[in-house]
């Protein structure tokens, strides 16, 4: 639809679609695990460690799995093994994320990583900018979720 010579923009075109299925008691779950954890005492275990990648700084645990993303032609804006409620990447971990560019080969990915990681990622879609949030579903499963976005990158790649 156009209206006075500009496009028309939805409001499901500005928001966050979530892509992924999961259960109404999944949902009750992370709800829980989120206030509580918002609650908790945040004590650092250890210190995050990052490497340069590409043109940013990414946390050493998603690296690998960053690499062959990249090198499969799959293009990650942001990544974090963990943020805090204020969106700090170095402090308190919450949960892992990944972002990366709609393209058809990511989509093909994403498609394997929904049939492979089933409960355990949570995939958003951003239509305004064209892009995907993969995510642990779970709550400070980060290591997991690097651990298994790695392997499924490596399975991916080998497949493919």
């Known amino acids: 639809m156009r209206y006075e010579g500009k496009a028309e923009v939805s409001l499901e075109d500005c928001m966050e679609q979530i892509l992924s299925s999961h259960s109404k008691a999944r949902w009750i779950r992370r709800r829980r695990e989120i ?16 490497i340069p990648f590409l043109y940013d700084e990414v946390d050493e645990e998603l690296f690998p799995a960053l690499l062959l993303l990249n090198d499969r032609g799959i ?24 972002t990366v560019l709609d393209t058809p080969e990511s989509r093909a990915f994403i498609d394997y990583l929904q049939q492979n990681m089933r ?15 993969l995510s642990s579903f779970y709550i400070r499963h ?14 991916w790649k080998t497949s493919h």
């Open 35 to 50: 206030a509580e954890w918002e609650q908790r005492e945040k004590l650092v275990k250890k210190p995050k460690k990052t």
């Open 75 to 98: 293009v990650t804006q942001y990544s974090c093994a963990g943020v805090s409620m204020l969106d700090d990447p170095v402090d308190h971990s919450l949960y892992a994320y990944v």
């Open 119 to 133: 409960h355990r990622l949570l995939v958003t879609y951003e239509p305004e900018r064209k892009r995907y949030d």
């Open 142 to 155: 980060n290591r997991s979720f690097c651990f298994l976005l790695y392997r499924y990158a490596m399975c």
